[in-house]
């Protein structure tokens, strides 16, 4: 299974891991959805990626200023016995049956993390399945080289994999030479694309972290225009002040439980600012919607058995029952609503239809974004009329 831990390493050694029987690590309970079997894949990709605590017994034993030391012997220390079992016991049993992956960071570790879950996506046919369970565990913050050979000692002892973001070239070139050493499977996230960057333009890397104090304007105006957006789009949620929808960069629109919300929250870390307006059959929309520019309108349909189950799990928890009369989650109903918001989709075609069925955010967001980029920039396009 994938568990995700993220550790900030301390400049002193870690004492070694108790070998208490409290300190053994249960399985995550995987929450089950009533919906498509496509939705229920990615739930259990989701709840396989849980916390364990990573076992940290190994002691530092590099000396000061070389980090890796070609004529000292390293003797990989054993792992603690588990249970009752022999001490034969194999690493993978150890893990709870999966390899490790360890992502080591000078910064928040966001990059690396990313990239790696990026990469797993491409395994979900056996993570789903637990064909080849996978550990991995976020180290942030490492700006230190004796806080790197401690990982990197730990991972030739759990047999996992590191990879690395690490800005500064000599830290990233101990950590290469200590994994080569030690035999410990590598990828540098960061080191190469820098490289080519900087051959590119001629100019070299400054080796600093992102967040390091030499670099400048550590809250940039980008930070500030991304909160800005967070604060108008929260303000702006389910349709409320629409004589504000001219201020928006994005508007969504859809029948309730479309995923406009979720959407909106999303683009707004992304720095743009969204209002999103709800479409309630038998209920006027704003005028104001129909007097702002249209380009920046998105309407945002979904499958009606797939809105019905949404709808059912929203009643629940708000809980309605039999006592409340509501049509909120009945087929028919919910089929005419949608045809409702069809009608008012047609009616208005500069507003791109985007089926959100099946899709995940990050997925609506991208086609959001290109659309709203390529209108902006008057880029051509195919018509956009068609549903996305």
């Known amino acids: 299974m994938i568990c995700s831990s993220s550790l900030v390493m301390s400049s002193s050694p870690s004492p070694p891991a108790s070998s208490e029987a409290s300190d053994e690590?249960?399985?995550?309970?995987?929450?089950?959805?009533?919906?498509?079997?496509?939705?229920?894949?990615w739930s259990r990709a989701r709840s396989i990626r849980s916390g364990r605590k990573l076992d940290r017994s190994v002691e530092l034993r590099t000396k000061s200023g070389s980090p890796v030391q070609g004529e000292e012997e390293f003797e990989l220390p054993t792992s603690p016995k588990?249970?009752?079992?022999?001490?034969?016991?194999?690493?993978?049993?150890?893990?709870?049956?999966?390899?490790?992956?360890?992502?080591?960071?000078?910064?928040?570790?966001?990059?690396?993390e990313h990239a790696v879950n990026a990469a797993l996506g491409q395994f979900d046919y056996c993570l789903v399945d637990r064909v080849c369970p996978v550990n991995t565990h976020l180290f942030s913050g490492i700006d230190d080289v004796e806080q790197l050979m401690e990982i990197i000692k730990q991972a030739a002892k759990e047999g996992a994999m590191v990879v690395y973001?690490?800005?500064?070239?000599?830290?990233?070139?101990?950590a290469r030479q200590a994994c080569k050493h030690w035999g410990v499977a590598s990828t540098d996230v960061l080191g190469p694309i820098t490289e080519a960057?900087?051959?590119?333009?001629?100019?070299?890397?400054?080796?600093?972290?992102?967040?390091?104090?030499?670099?400048?304007?550590?809250l940039s105006e980008e930070y500030f225009?991304?909160?800005?957006?967070?604060?108008?789009?929260?303000?702006?949620d389910d349709g409320a002040?629409?004589?504000?929808?001219?201020?928006?960069?994005i508007i969504l629109t859809g029948v309730s439980r479309s995923g406009k919300t979720p959407l909106s929250i999303y683009l707004a870390?992304?720095?743009?600012?969204?209002?999103n307006v709800p479409i309630v059959m038998n209920v006027d929309l704003p005028k104001t919607l129909f007097e702002v520019n249209p380009e920046k309108v998105f309407a945002l349909t979904i499958n009606p058995v797939v809105l019905q189950s949404i709808r059912r799990a929203r009643a629940k928890t708000l809980s309605f029952n039999g006592e409340i009369k509501t049509n909120y989650c009945d087929m028919d109903y919910v089929k005419q609503e949608l045809e409702f918001a069809g009608k008012i989709f047609a009616q208005n075609p500069v507003w791109p239809v985007i089926e959100v069925t099946a899709k995940a955010i990050?997925?609506?967001?991208?086609?959001?974004?290109?659309?709203?980029?390529?209108?902006?920039?008057?880029?051509?396009?195919p018509r956009i009329s068609k549903r996305y």
């Open 25 to 41: 690590l249960t399985q995550p309970q995987v929450r089950k959805f009533k919906t498509s079997p496509q939705l229920n894949r």
């Open 269 to 275: 870390q992304k720095g743009y600012k969204v209002a």
């Open 241 to 249: 002040l629409p004589r504000n929808l001219h201020l928006a960069d």
């Open 225 to 236: 225009r991304r909160i800005e957006a967070i604060e108008f789009t929260i303000k702006q």
């Open 362 to 381: 990050e997925e609506t967001a991208v086609i959001v974004l290109r659309l709203y980029h390529d209108r902006k920039n008057r880029c051509s396009m």
């Open 82 to 112: 588990r249970g009752s079992g022999s001490g034969s016991e194999s690493e993978s049993e150890g893990n709870g049956g999966g390899k490790s992956i360890f992502m080591v960071s000078d910064g928040t570790g966001w990059t690396a």
């Open 197 to 218: 960057i900087g051959g590119h333009l001629g100019v070299s890397p400054s080796g600093l972290p992102r967040w390091a104090p030499g670099r400048e304007k550590t």
């Open 165 to 174: 973001t690490l800005a500064d070239p000599s830290m990233s070139e101990s």
